[in-house]
Nanobody, 123 residues
Framework: QVQLVESGGGLAQPGGPLKLSCAASGASIGRYTMGWFRQAAGKEREFVGGVRWSGSTVAPTGSMKGRFTISRELAKNTVYLQMNSLKPEDTAVYYC????????????????WGPGTQVTVSS
């Protein structure tokens, strides 16, 4: 089974960039739909974006639209989340997940999850 580990989280300033990585092992990410989710304190888990097994991406919407970008690098078996123009409300634990299902944005369809990485946006 695939195992996932997120990295790259930490403290970032408002307006700044931060890039998260999700390193997979045990299986190729090319066999899965990969998703990024986040969960802020006291709030429900929220879909950030994803990339299908074919390589096509599902871009973030709402407040994250135009600021966050999903990508993958098959040779490194890694999925990335590039975050720009960060806002304090982006503060959350960010999770990487994988599924063999066709659904992308619904967390209920994801079978494998990383432990998460904390992102804190503050000046």
């Amino acid at each position: 089974q695939v195992q996932l580990v997120e990295s790259g989280g930490g403290l970032a300033q408002p307006g700044g960039p931060l890039k998260l990585s999700c390193a997979a092992s045990g299986a190729s990410i090319g066999r899965y739909t990969m998703g990024w989710f986040r969960q802020a304190a006291g709030k429900e888990r929220e879909f950030v974006g994803g990339v299908r097994w074919s390589g096509s991406t599902v871009a973030p919407t709402g407040s994250m639209k135009g600021r966050f970008t999903i990508s993958r690098e098959l040779a490194k078996n890694t999925v990335y989340l590039q975050m720009n123009s960060l806002k304090p409300e982006d503060t959350a634990v960010y999770y990487c997940a994988a599924t063999r299902n066709v659904q992308v944005s619904n967390s209920d369809f994801y079978n494998y999850w990383g432990p998460g990485t904390q992102v804190t946006v503050s000046s």
